[in-house]
Nanobody
Framework: QVQLVESGGGLVQPGGSLRLSCAAS????????MGWYRQAPGKQRELVTS???????NYADSVKGRFTISRDIAKNTVYLQMNSLKPEDTAVYYC?????????WGQGTQVTVSS
């Protein structure tokens, strides 16, 4: 079992920045993929970005050039740097981790972009 704990959400004005953190209870090299999803009210959960064990990254078109996923292997932590935030980025952001057999989710952290 892997526990994922997110932090760093909050209220930010349009154009602002936030950094989310996801601390894993396991060595993140034991996980095939880690990523961030988001779910806005009334919408389906969607993939924002992911990073594989080898370090390959993938981004949703809506966040390319604005969001960056990174990791600190020593801390078993994955980060999501979000710049140039827009109101449409408002959502609950969830950390996700996958192995061959299992999928794990964090509890979510609210990000609200509003003036």
């Amino acid at each position: 079992q892997v526990q994922l704990v997110e932090s760093g959400g909050g209220l930010v004005q349009p154009g602002g920045s936030l950094r989310l953190s996801c601390a894993a209870s396991a060595n993140i090299f034991s996980l095939n993929v880690m990523g961030w999803y988001r779910q806005a009210p009334g919408k389906q959960r969607e993939l924002v970005t992911s990073i594989t064990r080898s370090g390959a990254t993938n981004y949703a078109d809506s966040v390319k050039g604005r969001f960056t996923i990174s990791r600190d292997i020593a801390k078993n932590t994955v980060y999501l740097q979000m710049n140039s935030l827009k109101p449409e980025d408002t959502a609950v952001y969830y950390c996700n981790a996958r192995t061959i057999m299992d999928t794990y989710w964090g509890q979510g952290t609210q990000v609200t972009v509003s003036s």
